[in-house]
Structures are given as structure tokens and as C-alpha cells.
Nanobody, 122 residues
């Protein structure tokens, strides 16, 4: 069992930066792909960044160039560095871990964190 805990969310202003952290407990993090999803009110959950088990790095078009995903297997942690934040980035952000090779869909992930709220004011 892998338990994921996100942290680092908060209220920021347009243009600010924020780094989300995802820490695991239980099984080693090394053999899992990691994804960061977000869900805004009334919208579907969407993948914003992923670092797959096959070391593919993915960013959605809406965050490309502004967000950076990274991981530190020694610390069993993953991170999402967010810069130049916009009001449309406001959402609950979820960290997810998957043992398979896919990474684009929510069903590719086996474990999910509880989410952390990011609010960007204009």
C-alpha cells in the first residue's frame, strides 16, 4: 500500500510561484510513475504533469513552460513547481502514483493523495 500526502497549497496572487510536495509512506516510491492532477469546481479532473515509470515527462499545454515536475526517490517525494500562476490555475491539486506504464489517464494511477487547494487571486 502506498499512501500519498500532498502539501504546499495556499492562496497566492497572479504571477506568484508555489511548490507542491507529495510524500509517500509504505512501499518504496521508486517503481511508480507520478502524476499531478487538478480539479476545479464544476470541471473534470485533468492531468497537468507526469513523470512516468518509463521516465516520460508530460505537461499539459496549459501549464507547459510554467510548471515543473520532479521527484526525489531517496526522500520518497515528488514535487510540482508552479510559477507565473494564473487565476485559471485555481483548483484542488492531487498527487497520484501508478505502477503501470501508462500515465495520461486517471485510471493509470493506483494511489491518490487527498488533495491540496491552490487558489490564485487576480
Amino acid at each position: 500500500q502506498v499512501q500519498l500526502v500532498e502539501s504546499g497549497g495556499g492562496l497566492v496572487q497572479t504571477g506568484d510561484s508555489l511548490t507542491l510536495s507529495c510524500t509517500t509512506s509504505g512501499r518504496t516510491f521508486n517503481n511508480y510513475g507520478v502524476g499531478w492532477f487538478r480539479q476545479a469546481p464544476g470541471k473534470e479532473r485533468e492531468l497537468v504533469a507526469a513523470k512516468s515509470r518509463g521516465l516520460i515527462i508530460y505537461y499539459s499545454d496549459s501549464v507547459k513552460g510554467r510548471f515543473t515536475i520532479s521527484r526525489d526517490n531517496a526522500k520518497n517525494s515528488a514535487y510540482l513547481q508552479m510559477s507565473s500562476l494564473k487565476p485559471e490555475d485555481t483548483a484542488v491539486y492531487y498527487c497520484a502514483a501508478g505502477s503501470g506504464w501508462g500515465f495520461r489517464r486517471a485510471y493509470d494511477y493506483d494511489y491518490w493523495g487527498q488533495g491540496t487547494q491552490v487558489t490564485v487571486s487576480s
